[in-house]
């Protein structure tokens, strides 16, 4: 019915209801919207050993493939975000993800490693356009009481993204002998999480089209002059500088973990050294529940609880047993995704107006510190080995707990946050 998401007048838009069955339609098409995504992104961390001994570049080096895609998306996000507040959400994300997933067939093609670097920067600019719109996009079709779990939904289907991308291109590049295979296969996965999102997202009942009227001049200096009216503010600073110190060094971990399992004392062959991805299923749980919890508990002490216990799960990974290293990994990843689920729909949701431009400066810090730690932590890894990289990671963390407690104000369950 036309009036699901409508005020009792049947005039003023509130946002689909938790429950309902376009509630439902949405959650499922932004969850595979954020697969399609983060399956794209992330699958080269799975061939890194392949990718060496293919075009004989260094560990460091290597990570180009990741660090690639991510400077891409954290170059495109604001663009996006500009283009998005004209056309649509929904058609950026469908345009992003199509666009992607034909520049990941042709990755396959690269004959050089320096060209496959260049087409994964392309592929990231293309991705920039899904989490550069999506938090804005939820929160203007959601109830804002349930705005919290549906981004947390959406960022489970970030991590199932990311998981899935690792699990098919790992094993399956081995198992054929050649990185490219596992590509393929991920691409042709997009492939089908692109067709349900077109296909079943509903309409957009909550967008207001800027600066149609008014020329693009006009829609472009609207989205700057709230780009720096965000960074002029000491709450959105906060939150900016969390994305960029946590997923630099939730990056770095993953991009180098396979290397470390595949030495001693542990020596496992690289498809399953893969199989450690599957923590990424702990970020599916984690996610959605912290989501909640900042909707029942407050934000800013959610927030720092995972934060905290983020920083247990590195000691954990210190210590030389396969088993108690993947217990780390598994409370590290759970916590790294409940933080980010709740930092993602605050800035989101804190400014009145730029909400677009506000989710696309989060997400530039995000895969901004993503290139940039991601990268710095080989060189770590191979100046002194593993713990000299946790220890790394341990102090973005507790650097970004620190700007939290200071920055970050206190909040209070299920209000609006300006």
Known sequence: MRSQGFSETGTTWIGYRRGSGRYRRIQLTMFLAGVATFAQLYAPQAVLPQLVESF??????????????????????????????????????????????????????????????????????????????????????????????????????????????????????????????????????????????????????????????????????????????????????????????????????????????????????????????????????????????AGMRGRKGVKLGCDALACLGLVWMLVPNLGVVIFGLIVFTAAFFGSHSVASGWAGSYPRQGRAQSTALYNLWYYAGSSVFGFLGGLFFQWAGWDALVFMVLGLFLLAMLVGAIFLPPSKPKVRFR
């Open 56 to 293: 004989g570049v260094s560990i460091a080096e290597s990570s180009l493939a990741v660090s690639a895609g991510t400077l891409g998306v954290a170059v495109s996000v604001l663009p996006w975000s500009i283009v998005a507040d004209r056309i649509g959400r929904k058609r950026v994300i469908a345009i992003a993800v199509i666009a992607a997933t034909i520049l990941g067939f042709l990755v396959t093609l690269m004959p050089t490693f320096e060209l496959l670097v260049a087409v994964r920067v392309l592929e990231g600019l293309a991705l920039g356009g899904v989490p550069a719109v999506a938090v804005a996009y939820l929160n203007e079709e959601v109830h804002r009481l349930d705005a919290a779990a549906a981004v947390g939904t959406f960022i489970a289907g970030n991590t199932i993204g990311g998981l899935s991308g690792r699990l098919i291109a790992g094993p399956l590049g081995e198992l054929t002998g050649t990185w490219q295979s596992g590509f393929l296969a991920v691409s042709g996965l997009s492939v089908f999480a692109a067709l349900i999102f077109v296909l079943l997202t509903p309409s957009p009942q909550g967008f207001l089209p800027a600066g149609r009227d008014a020329g693009l001049g006009r829609a472009i200096s609207s989205a700057f002059g709230n780009t720096f009216r965000h960074m002029r503010n000491p709450v959105l600073i906060g939150l900016y500088v969390q994305p960029m110190l946590l997923m630099g060094g939730f990056v770095a971990i993953y991009n180098y973990l396979a290397y470390h399992l595949t030495e001693a004392p542990f020596g496992l062959p690289v498809w399953l050294a893969s199989m450690v991805f599957l923590a990424y299923l702990a970020g599916s749980v984690s996610s959605p529940l912290a989501g909640r919890l």
